[in-house]
């Protein structure tokens, strides 16, 4: 057992080891001083003559995605600021990085978002922004609508994380609410040639979704806000002041058109990394490790509950087939309504649920279910590894494993054991990796 452990822990750390954000930024830009232009994967954008280029962004991947950028423009890049998460591994020279919170926003994050404003703001007129997306950006990058409150804007993330909405249903409500998401940031930087670079963490890349949009122009509707508060059976629980905005606001685009940022500016958008891109470095990597290996077409956007049924589907059929060993990539992000009082996330509940399915055979299968940013939930884990005989192994222990199914407290099963994945912040977000393992 051990072996096979340490194993999946290894071929993990070589997952997140091989997207590293600073290692993607890197190897994906560079100055091309005979056109005056820069290089962008395989793109070349012309720059106005002498202009300085300078760094703003936010996300968990920020701190990362600067430092590449750093190596890669070296003298070229003035300065920058950026708003990320604590993160150990990526430290900018060049580029100040503000402290924020997530998966809510705190303090920190609101005086952030102010000084990046600020610092946008300020910058020379004509210079070239390249601004830094990744996921994290949410609640990072976090201004309310006047005349919200900030702590109304806190209650409310913490209701619609725990709603069990999929995050393009969470992030139409967030921009219904924001002045800062949407494309709304680009009324700061209309002075600006602008570049943006992404590392993506929703399930079909879209940028209208990635980190909300801040500089995404867009269509914004209240109205469907609204239609998803009430089919989540939260319009009446949020905050009076949030309702009250949403409300007033549905109203006026039933009468008009949409708000829209469309006209604030169209500017290069680059994908440098996503879900779909770690999953095939997965693949090889598994292969190297002597694994047949095949993934998903398409990253899952679903509940955990079918998400559940799909990776049985899959085990099923990897059992009927004759390779060995073998390995199915999934990757993407599930979503989980919170009922219960206990702590965890969804790659803990879902190793622990696929934990219990594993318990009823008699030879080695190994699950895997985490989080690339190195956080699941709000704990300090990113997932977990489980096999067949993890269930019963918590029923000997006494942790009572369906129990803690039932109050979602999949963190204290597997806290103390062997089965818990605690790299710590990664300062990556490309969303959740599954992987499910004959060997």
Known sequence: MAEYLLESFNIWREIIRKVDPSEVLFESISLQPDSNGLRVQSESIPMPDHSAIYLAGAGKASAGMALGAENALNEHLKDGLVISTPNPFHQP??????????????????????????????????????????????????????????????????QLVTSGAEIGQINTVRKAVSSVKGGRMLQFMKHLNVIDLIISDVPDDNVEDIGSGPTTPQNISTREAKTILTGRSLWNKIPDSVRNHIQSRSEAESLSNQEKTAESGHHPQFILSSARIVSSEACRLLEEHGFEASREPEPWSGSINDFEKLIRKRLDTMLNSNNRPAAHVFYGECTLKVTGEGKGGRNQELALRMAQHLSSFDRKILFLSAGTDGIDGSTDAAGAIVDETTWRSGEKRNADPAGALADNDSYNFFNDTPWHIKTGPTGNNVMDIQILMLP
């Open 93 to 158: 020279q060049k580029t100040r990085v503000l402290i924020g919170s997530h998966p809510y926003p705190d303090r920190a994050s609101f005086q952030a978002t102010q000084q990046l404003i600020r610092y946008i703001r300020e910058l020379p007129s004509g210079s070239t922004l390249i601004n830094l997306i990744s996921g994290g950006t949410s609640s990072l990058l976090c201004r309310p609508a006047a005349p919200i409150p900030e702590e109304d804007i806190q209650q409310l993330y913490r």
